[in-house]
């Protein structure tokens, strides 16, 4: 890998920055930021983002907002993995280094099983399993336990220059463990919101948007569509990403709709069932009063 892949550089500030994700996570927005910048506004004062996950918007956004991006999820270890990144560099690239020298399979799976303590030591655990678990997949059961199969791949970790840049890229956040219903109180006329939430699953046995063990179901969804209508009505723009169902369609009638298509792992329980398939998605455009 080049030495500045994943960096853009600041002319202003003479630094080089973050310009996508240093996590890998289903459903990411990475490829389909063509489709979603543009009906961005240009520019505004603070950014939000409630659902998180890996933060390709975010990055893509940086240069936009004047003032403080809110960045949010109710994943506690991925909100652990950002803070570590943004305030605690140094010990976490140690932490790192010593999964990096015992990487293998079975210590992948002893520290599938662990429980550490504190924020770096969660943190740096979030970062391996990330990166070396099938797919990338976060997943957990009911009661909270990662379960995702070992993913036969590499821990690379994070580079001093790379976490130098996401240093720099988050210096103005606010990152907090957060339900969405109380992050959206937050956005105030001028600012942007960015939502991304877990997609309804497809199938009953569905279990990939399991990536914490509170479940986002119909009515969170609902709730999140009567939110969107308070957010326009006291003019702040949003965006939203979703499947493209019956149900986002009716319960976001009075916004814009746009239609895309992108292609999506779909498998069931192993690496060996992978497969792309066509994923009918929406970009939904709030409309301000």
């Known amino acids: 890998m080049d030495l500045l892949d994943g960096l853009g550089w600041d002319a202003e500030a003479g630094v080089a920055r973050a310009s996508h994700p240093f996590l890998k996570w289903a459903g990411g927005k990475t490829r389909l930021l063509g489709r979603i910048l543009p009906h961005m506004p240009a520019r505004f004062v603070d950014y939000h983002e409630p659902f998180l996950g890996g ?13 403080t991006a809110h960045l949010a999820d109710l994943n506690e270890e991925l909100i652990h ?8 560099a140094n010990e976490l690239q140690e932490a790192l280094h010593v999964y990096a020298k015992n990487d293998s399979k079975e210590f992948y799976l002893r520290v599938r099983t662990e429980d550490p303590v504190g924020l ?26 990662f379960n995702v199969p070992w993913g036969d791949r590499e821990f690379r970790g994070l580079s001093a220059l790379t976490l130098a840049s996401l240093n720099r890229s988050l210096a103005r956040s606010e990152v907090r463990c957060e339900d969405f219903r109380d992050a959206l109180t937050r956005p105030q006329r001028g600012d942007f919101v960015y939502l991304d939430p877990p997609y309804l699953p497809i199938s009953d046995t569905s279990k990939f948007h399991l990536y914490t063990e509170k479940r986002f179901r119909q009515p969170d969804l609902m709730e999140l569509a009567s939110l969107c209508e308070a957010l326009s009505a006291r003019g702040v723009p949003w965006i939203m990403s979703n499947r493209d169902t019956s149900l986002v369609r009716e319960l976001f009638a009075s916004s814009e709709i746009i239609r895309l298509t992108t292609k999506r792992s779909v498998a069931a329980q192993n690496k060996h069932d992978v497969e792309a398939r066509e994923s009918p998605e929406v970009v939904v455009v709030g409309r301000t009063a």
């Open 81 to 88: 993995a950002w803070l570590a990144v943004r305030d605690h």
């Open 55 to 67: 933060g390709a918007v975010f990055f893509a956004v940086q240069d936009r907002f004047e003032g």
């Open 120 to 145: 770096v030591p969660r943190a740096a655990r979030f970062i391996y399993l990330n990166q070396t678990s099938w797919n990338g997949l976060w997943r957990v059961n009911r009661w909270g336990q």
